[in-house]
């Protein structure tokens, strides 16, 4: 069974709905991806996105395309990311979905690529820049290689759509709270839009969903948790650990806020 259905098939039985936080490797120091993506387990995450850097991240705001150039800056690449997934699970049994643009991916190549995924440990894949109806090799590849697809629904997405994403997505589909780039917001969840979009995804979906962009607070988490299976995290992880110049003060940070994140029941 994939890890990622095995999860969530675990957190079903308990009550409890996914942390997902987002990590950029290598940021902000050298050295810092396999310690950090311990720290975070240690933190409670459930499922954990590793982002390939690019050099043209067209669905990520500033702090994640900083963090991304640092990355390619620190020699971050598909290999370099697929041998600390490796390295990481020797210790750890946590899902790991790479969230990366369908360039570089096709620069390594598909086949090899899903096949090397499969190999390190890689559970499912988010590729942001691809659409669904786009998607059928994709597609065909990673189920060769029993690779999760994860695709997008928008605000803006009509429920035929939704319907079709949900179909193409292999265990969950990643709801995007707002329509633009990610990054931190102020109390964008707390209005009745973001509401009526997810009570629209969840009368069109078979499937789990999660959502990101914007999850910044405890408060975030718990009304995300409120109507989807799992909360991402991502810029606002990315500005907590930014200031750190050590490894030990990063991994600190990490996984205490991580936790601060966690709903109380």
């Known amino acids: 069974m994939n890890r990622i259905e095995q999860t969530f098939q675990q957190l079903k039985k308990s009550g409890r709905k996914a942390l997902i936080p987002y990590i950029t490797p290598e940021f902000p120091i050298q050295g810092s991806t396999l310690p950090l993506l311990n720290s975070l387990v240690e933190g ?25 150039e640092t990355a390619l800056k620190n020699g971050v690449n598909i290999r370099f990311i697929l041998e600390k997934v490796s390295q990481f699970r020797a210790k750890s049994d946590v899902p790991i979905l790479l969230m990366g643009y369908i360039n570089p991916l096709l620069r390594y190549g598909l086949e090899n690529f899903f096949a090397d995924c499969a190999s390190h440990g890689v559970d499912g894949v988010i590729i942001p820049d691809l659409p669904p109806e786009e998607a059928a090799e994709v597609i065909r590849i990673s189920q060769a290689h029993d690779i999760s697809n994860v695709f997008l629904i928008a605000p803006t997405t009509p429920p035929e759509r939704i ?53 910044t607070t405890k408060e975030d988490v718990a009304t995300v948790w409120n109507h989807a ?24 940070e990490a996984k205490h806020f991580l936790r601060s994140l966690r709903p109380t029941a």
């Open 163 to 215: 319907r079709r994403i949900d179909e193409l997505s292999t265990h969950f589909s990643y709801c995007v709270s707002v329509t633009g780039v990610t990054g931190v917001r102020a109390r964008h969840l707390q209005n009745g839009a973001f509401e009526r979009f997810l009570s629209t995804v969840r009368t069109n979906v078979r499937k789990r969903f999660v959502v990101g962009f914007g999850i």
């Open 44 to 68: 409670g995450a459930d499922l954990i996105e590793v982002g390939i850097p690019f050099s043209d991240p067209l669905a990520d705001g500033e702090t994640i395309q900083h963090s991304s």
């Open 229 to 252: 299976d799992g909360a991402v995290v991502g810029s606002a992880l990315i500005s907590k650990i930014a200031v750190a110049s050590t490894l030990e003060q990063l991994t600190s």
